[in-house]
């Protein structure tokens, strides 16, 4: 499993120390350019966010992250020596605010208790969950999206999902988001579309490459592979996207689901 990845804006002296530290168990990354940072961070699947408060611009960072369903649920911290820019980060919607000291001596309890990171039991359960064959109900609703059904099947993987306590139901979660993507495009929406396929990404990143036979690994290629080609049409010339590109969801050792 891949280090889990902890954003750092600003270059400021307790983003040194702190990027040190977190060599071992994480992936620190520094981001420095506005430009695609909702994408940025639901890409690299960033399980904090830490932002230097005493930094010009510091409320972008902090704000941008909660307005988007594709990265609301990412924590958020502003680190700052000013007790009033902390005050206005809490408002702001930052989930906590700590002084550069206070980050640094608690740094190991504040990544504990904030990083949106898997722990080993829920890994353990996504994985027992995969282990057992897709429902009845998993089925019908594959069927539909893949006979291009792509309204309907997000009603039956939602009901699904609803229903299903355990943390499987990322797996309906995401082909249904997916699905109303590839929807969005049929309707010439390409907005919404890129609007979706964000929002699967936090989903399919939390699911093993196989899942309930669901071949996870290929869903995530095929829709990079729309998401990035919708990219680079721009909304402006989606009536040129390529329809084949939504490929049907496959199911491992079988040619259909149907």
């Known amino acids: 499993m891949s280090k889990p990845v902890i954003v750092l804006t600003g270059a400021s002296a307790w983003a040194d120390v702190v990027t040190q530290r977190l060599a071992g168990a994480y992936r620190p990354i520094v981001y420095t350019a506005r430009e695609g940072y909702v994408a940025r961070l639901a890409d690299d699947n960033a399980a904090l966010v830490l932002v230097d408060g005493d930094a010009e611009g ?20 502003l680190v700052s020596a000013d007790a009033g820019i902390r005050g206005e980060a809490m408002t702001a919607g930052a989930d906590a605010a700590y002084t550069p000291s206070e980050l640094i001596g608690q740094l190991g309890a504040v990544l504990s208790e904030k990083a949106r990171v898997v722990d080993s039991d829920a890994a353990e359960a996504m994985a027992s969950q995969c ?63 890129l609007k979706m396929l964000l929002r699967s990404v936090q989903w399919l990143a ?17 829709a990079a592979r729309v998401r990035a080609e919708l ?21 491992v050792g079988e040619e259909s689901a149907n």
């Open 131 to 193: 282990a057992e064959p897709l429902p009845p109900e998993g089925r019908e609703a594959l069927a539909k999206f893949n006979a291009g059904e792509f309204y309907k099947q997000h009603d039956l993987f939602e009901a699904l999902w609803m229903q299903e306590p355990g943390p499987v139901r990322d797996l309906y979660r995401a082909i249904l988001q997916v699905g109303i993507a590839y929807y969005q495009i049929t309707r010439g929406n390409a907005r919404g579309a």
């Open 231 to 251: 990219e680079r049409l721009g909304p402006e010339r989606i009536a040129e996207f390529d329809k084949a590109l939504l490929k049907p969801v496959r199911m």
């Open 58 to 77: 510091w409320r972008f960072w902090v704000t941008t992250p909660k307005t988007s369903p594709a990265t609301r649920r990412i924590p958020v911290i």
């Open 206 to 222: 939390l699911l093993p490459d196989l899942c309930q036979g669901v071949d996870v690994a290929q869903l995530k290629a095929d």
